[in-house]
């Protein structure tokens, strides 16, 4: 059956998938409904009581907020003040149940790219309570600020998308700002409190833990939306090219898994022997060895990823099955089909017919088709977050790499992963900022002690008052991030 105009071209779809993965992961998303949250998340009420009546309101009262949350600002009167203080005392005394997901996806038909946290209101509350600790006693300013670190964590800790963790690391950093300011004014007792408190707060996710969540969604966006649109073509044209046996194998064919040695996140390498050349090897993330790169280890999943001029091999760890992905094709028409979705004015119809009737028989033809294509397209967005979130924690800028085979990615796995390295290198500061703040804590406690644990900081007295903490992590080439500390121009400088 020849190629029919009528349907959507597969080339319209990935533009439409673009949009909706850059959509996520770049822009502030929109509010969902505040419905939308369980009524068992303890946050819900407050949340409720700032939601505003009319767009009007909206804008009046989060004006106000953006002016009075800088440092510096002028306090907050009258029924501002009655306001802010009334939602910083009810945030303090709010505690989420532990290990309770409160913030869940929502999938719909009507919203097959899932439904976020109401981030307008989140930064509404948390604002609100901030401004109004500033006139509340030192102690209880502390006990505000760890609520919204806490409210923060119940984000971050679950594993949601990007957007969960975005908006909770913007909530937790202006916590860490308004933790800094007071520093100077907490006895020793209030100090050794809050040193304790923090130590208590459930743990902050790696930048590989933070991303895990977001290729859940990833996988699940596809499935949801791309597959079952692969599916119906695949399915109307049965008299084009030939699938190819899934057991084929042919440029590795010699390959054999002999070991595998995972050593945490700092070393991890396999050993193959080379049947063809008669070679045993061994290969870090990087490493090429008889025409052969590992790509990467994933030992949640179990499997390593190599790749070869003619391709990519997969290996399944456990039980040492080997396959292969047809790579070098596909990652050239992958290239000439971003190609056209960034020309203007668009390519002719003519042109993107042919190009969406050659997508679709490049899948026909892979090992499982349409489902085989979505599995390769998930496992490429796995194993390029988990290289950009190891190359954001370095901390010089210098040394970061980008994902190796990003000019080869898909469409929508390019584009999706456009502002992902920015999101993880401020997961990294952000959490830089956390372990500045508890170093602050120990010296401001002992003030002698001037190269507190972790070493990585140094401490200079400001005069203008307070002291700053300076990492070797940098926020600019040459530039480590800079924090000061008890004073009420506390914060990143």
């Known amino acids: 059956m020849p190629f029919q105009p009528i349907r959507v071209p597969f080339l319209s779809l ?65 029924d501002q003040l009655t306001l802010a203080n009334a939602i910083a005392l009810k945030l303090a005394k709010t505690t989420p149940p532990a290990g309770t997901d409160i913030w869940p996806v929502i999938f719909s038909d009507s919203s097959p790219e899932g439904k976020v946290p109401p981030f307008t209101e989140l930064r509404r509350l948390t604002r609100l309570a901030q401004i109004g600790a500033r006139t509340l006693p030192p102690e209880q300013a502390v006990a505000v600020n760890l609520s919204v670190m806490q409210l923060s964590r119940t984000l971050r800790s679950q594993e949601g998308t990007l957007v969960h963790h975005m908006i909770g690391t913007v909530l937790e950093t202006q916590a860490h700002r308004e ?145 292969e992905r047809p790579g070098s094709a596909l990652a050239k028409l992958h290239q000439e089909l971003r190609a056209a979705a960034d020309r203007d004015p668009p390519p002719p119809d003519e042109e993107r017919k042919a190009l969406a009737e050659k ?39 210098s040394d970061i790499r980008p994902w190796p085979l990003l000019d080869e990615a898909d469409p929508l796995t390019h584009s999706a992963l456009d502002a992902i390295p920015k999101v993880a290198r401020s997961f990294a500061e952000r959490d830089q900022s956390e372990a500045m703040l508890l170093a602050a804590v120990r010296h401001q406690l002992s003030p002698s002690n001037t190269s507190p644990a972790p070493s990585a900081f140094t401490i200079k007295p400001d005069p203008t008052g307070g002291f700053v903490l300076r990492s070797d992590f940098e926020t600019k080439p040459g530039l480590g991030l800079t924090y000061k500390f008890a004073a009420s121009d506390a914060g990143k400088k």
């Open 179 to 323: 933790l800094a300011s007071r520093l100077g004014q907490l006895p020793p007792v209030a100090l050794e409190k809050l040193q304790s408190d923090l130590s208590r707060l459930p743990a902050s996710p790696t930048g590989k833990a933070a991303f895990a969540g977001e290729a859940r969604y990833f996988e699940t966006s596809l499935r949801r939306t791309y597959l079952p649109k692969l599916q119906a073509d695949q399915a109307n044209n049965t008299d084009t090219a030939a699938k190819l046996p899934a057991a084929a194998r042919t440029f590795s064919s010699g390959l054999r898994l002999s070991g595998v040695v995972v050593m945490g996140d700092a070393r991890k390498w396999i050993t193959v022997d080379n049947e063809n050349t008669g070679r045993q090897f061994r290969l870090e993330p990087g490493q090429t060895e008889d025409g052969f790169t590992l790509i990467s280890i994933n030992p949640t999943k179990r499997q390593a990823l190599l790749r070869h001029a003619q391709g990519e091999v997969v290996i399944d760890l456990r039980s040492k099955a080997i396959r």
């Open 14 to 78: 990935l533009i439409a998938l673009i949009l909706i993965a850059t959509l996520h992961a770049a822009n502030a998303p929109q509010p969902s409904r505040l419905a939308d949250i369980p009524a068992t998340n303890p946050y819900l009420a407050l949340l409720t009581e700032v939601a505003t009546p009319s767009p009007e309101e909206a804008k009046k009262i989060d004006g106000w907020l953006n002016t009075s949350i800088k440092a510096n600002a002028a306090p907050a009167t009258g």
């Open 359 to 397: 997508l679709r028989q490049a899948i026909q033809a892979l090992p499982g088709g349409a489902e085989g294509y979505i599995d390769s397209l998930v496992a490429n967005y796995e194993v390029a977050i988990e290289h950009i979130a190891e190359q954001a924690a370095l901390p010089r800028l």
